[in-house]
């Protein structure tokens, strides 16, 4: 059962602090995470929708509802997240999010399947992401409580859904070889068009010593758990020609994550 929980989470004074265990390269890369999440859900959005027709079962047409409203509900915190972010911090929200919105129109231009496959290769990364937050990995540890809970919220939804893109690609008549050509490029425009454009600007306004900071960035990237390294079976899998995200098993740490949040469907 996909449901969105709609909860509107309060933020502090903590987003002007580095408040990933002031860790000032692991609460940037959050921090640039969450600037592409307004855009990017609604692209995610309207390119299922682009391609709704397909789904004929009614137990996919109540998964693509589902999708939809948990990607609205994400796409509204973030924003709040954002503006808040920028305020505390000094940064220019409109010159983040600018390359995100471009993307975003440049994608509806594309053949409407296509576009899909873009989503898809998204949501695995997304799904991936989230779960090295809920407990394949330490990239939260010693994060302020309210936005950990906020990022593990996210996450949770994030593998509830994780199928329904590529399901309705595959009822559209999508190929693996599609598949593939899009994660290439949608991992190029994840850390370099977006990522690192965006971690370029938060270095400039904060300034943190370059040394630690480089430390900080190899540690989260390359170290044990670390993002690139921690997840590179599960990236890599999305090449399989009979790869499914449901082969990757996240039941347990999902129903963990759920219990200890309290995020339980009532």
């Given at each position: 059962?996909?449901k969105?929980?709609?909860?509107?989470?309060?933020?502090?004074s903590?987003?002007?602090?580095?408040w990933?265990?002031?860790d000032?390269?692991?609460?940037?890369?959050?921090?640039a995470?969450?600037?592409?999440?307004p855009?990017?859900?609604?692209?995610?959005?309207?390119?299922?929708?682009?391609?709704?027709?397909?789904a004929?079962?009614?137990?996919l047409k109540?998964?693509?509802?589902?999708?939809?409203?948990?990607?609205?509900v994400?796409?509204?915190?973030?924003?709040?997240?954002?503006?808040?972010?920028c305020?505390?911090?000094?940064y220019s929200?409109d010159?983040?999010?600018?390359?995100?919105?471009?993307?975003s129109?440049?994608l509806?231009?594309?053949?409407?399947?296509?576009?899909?496959?873009?989503?898809?290769?998204?949501?695995?990364?997304t799904?991936?992401?989230?779960?090295?937050?809920?407990?394949?990995?330490?990239?939260?540890?010693?994060?302020?409580?309210g936005?950990?809970?906020?990022w593990?919220?996210?996450?949770?939804?994030?593998?509830?859904?994780k199928?329904?893109?590529?399901?309705?690609?595959l009822?559209?008549?999508?190929?693996h070889?599609?598949l593939?050509?899009?994660?290439?490029?949608?991992s190029?425009?994840?850390?370099?068009?977006?990522?690192?454009?965006?971690?370029?600007?938060?270095?400039?306004r904060?300034?943190?010593?370059l040394?630690?900071?480089?430390v900080?960035?190899?540690?989260?990237?390359?170290?044990?758990?670390?993002?690139?390294?921690g997840?590179?079976?599960?990236?890599?899998?999305?090449?399989?020609s009979?790869f499914?995200p449901?082969?990757?098993?996240?039941?347990?740490?999902?129903?963990?994550?759920?219990?200890a949040?309290?995020l339980a469907?009532?």
């Amino acid at each position: 059962m996909i449901k969105p929980r709609d909860i509107r989470f309060p933020l502090d004074s903590a987003l002007s602090s580095d408040w990933n265990g002031s860790d000032w390269f692991r609460t940037a890369f959050f921090n640039a995470m969450s600037i592409l999440f307004p855009y990017g859900e609604k692209s995610f959005i309207d390119s299922v929708r682009a391609n709704e027709k397909a789904a004929t079962s009614p137990a996919l047409k109540a998964a693509v509802r589902g999708f939809m409203a948990q990607e609205y509900v994400h796409r509204r915190e973030h924003q709040h997240f954002n503006e808040e972010l920028c305020v505390a911090r000094g940064y220019s929200l409109d010159w983040l999010e600018a390359a995100i919105r471009s993307d975003s129109e440049e994608l509806q231009d594309l053949d409407p399947l296509f576009w899909l496959a873009t989503t898809v290769a998204y949501e695995h990364l997304t799904a991936t992401i989230a779960g090295g937050i809920l407990g394949r990995t330490n990239w939260l540890d010693g994060a302020d409580a309210g936005i950990a809970k906020m990022w593990r919220w996210h996450a949770i939804e994030e593998i509830e859904h994780k199928s329904v893109a590529f399901d309705v690609y595959l009822a559209a008549g999508g190929t693996h070889a599609m598949l593939r050509k899009a994660m290439v490029l949608m991992s190029f425009e994840f850390l370099v068009r977006f990522q690192t454009r965006s971690l370029w600007h938060m270095y400039r306004r904060d300034r943190p010593p370059l040394g630690r900071t480089l430390v900080q960035a190899a540690r989260f990237l390359f170290g044990k758990g670390g993002l690139i390294r921690g997840n590179w079976r599960h990236y890599w899998a999305f090449f399989r020609s009979d790869f499914h995200p449901d082969h990757i098993d996240d039941v347990a740490i999902l129903n963990r994550a759920i219990a200890a949040d309290g995020l339980a469907h009532r």
